[in-house]
């Protein structure tokens, strides 16, 4: 079998699109290519299987593109990251959470008024049902956080009936707002939970990361007052989690909203794939990692076992499928470590020297550099988060209520277009060959 692809640019000025070529047995197939705003060209293979008979075979989808969408722009090459055209470095730096979620959803940053009406909105769905406390109440006291979140979101179906209905517009903008508002209570119900502690109710009066922040570090017995720099770094990192395309946990939350799933389901889906380290695990994971190591003599060890095809173990917050240059959001995350540290007057912290050290060893250790692989934005993340008292254990469920506006933006945007069909990947079969069933005592 002889397959072949090749660009063509038709000239004429009838018809000014650009296809490919095919090549497949002789016969030769056009398949159209479509431009987008900024980024590669995508090649159109939809109808391929039709009419060629065969498919493309695209594991891990390293080049396949799995949707449209106008959100989010990434150049890994370039170490790049725009939600909705603006760089994430201007947004972490003059914008604000709730701003960016406005944004994420809507398209175009709030005028004053836009914005107030959204975050009131916002602050009046914090709190979740009362009898959703039983549900939390029914998990082992040391569930992870995360295993909880899993769980409660899931089960907001099962509360809230009247936004469950993905064909009513309103419902959908209801169960957003739900989510982005009730996220960080459930998030900081389940820390509370799993240390043994009473939850807190959300505060309308308190904006939202100093919302969260009292819900998790308040206790009935004494007055608890959010530091407002502490409150600034925290919707910092709520902002640079807040969106990144179509990476695993949200092509899974499309996935699952493909077949008409709810949006409770499909969030609780999201987090579920968010959990694993090579994804949103990777905070805890790195600063389980930098703890390890504990001192900056035994750096060479560990880059040494992350080098060896013969160890599982990798550098983790190292290395990104798209990011083949600096993770953007890692820039912003180191200067917001050394801020942190500093403003609680943490001094000469061991573990953001050997976080430092390392970064510095492995950008000068060839097999970094030839892999290309760069610091991510969990590389930091979890300094800012110790600092600020977080257990490692909490470090993902903050990566969960951060990225819940991206994947409902994202979600939104797959339910609003025309041509949305369920997700159904082809396969390369490798197995047996059709065969005749042999009795037990047979074979
Ligand atoms: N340490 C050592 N080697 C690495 C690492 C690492 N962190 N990451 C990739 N490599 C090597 C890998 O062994 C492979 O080598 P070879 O070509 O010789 O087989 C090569 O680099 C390419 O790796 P890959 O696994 O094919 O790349 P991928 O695009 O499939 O994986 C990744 C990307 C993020 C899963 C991976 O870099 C990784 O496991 N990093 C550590 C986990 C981590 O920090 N994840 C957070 C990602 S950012 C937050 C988020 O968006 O979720």
Partial sequence: MIFMLHHLERTDMADTRKTATLTLDGKTYDLPIHSPTVGPDVVDIRKLYAQAGVFTYDPGFTSTAACDSAITFIDGEEGVLLHRGY???????????????YLLLYGELPSAEQLELFETTVTKHTMIHEQMHNFFRGFRRDAHPMATMVGVVGAMSAFYHDSTDINDTWQRE???????????TIAAMAYKYSIGQPFVYPRNDLDYASNFLNMCFSVPAEDYVVDPILARAMDRIFTLHADHEQNASTSTVRLASSSGANPFACIAAGIACLWGPAHGGANQACLEM????????????FIARAKDKDDPFRLMGFGHRVYKNFDPRAT??????????????????????????????????PYFAEKKLFPNVDFYSGIILEAMGFPTSMFTPIFALSRTVGWISQWKEQLSDPDLKIGRPRQLYTGATARDYVEVEDR
């Fill in 332 to 365: 912003v995350m180191k200067q917001s470590a050394d801020e942190v540290l500093e403003l609680l007057g943490i001094h000469n912290n061991p573990i953001l020297q050997v976080a430092k050290e390392l970064e510095r060893e492995a950008l000068e250790d």
């Fill in 290 to 301: 930098l703890n390890e190591i504990g001192t900056v003599d035994r750096i060479p060890e």
């Fill in 174 to 184: 209801v169960a957003s707002f739900r989510l982005i508002a009730k996220m960080p």
């Fill in 87 to 101: 760089p994430i470095g201007q947004l972490a730096a003059d914008s604000h959470y709730l701003e960016v979620c």
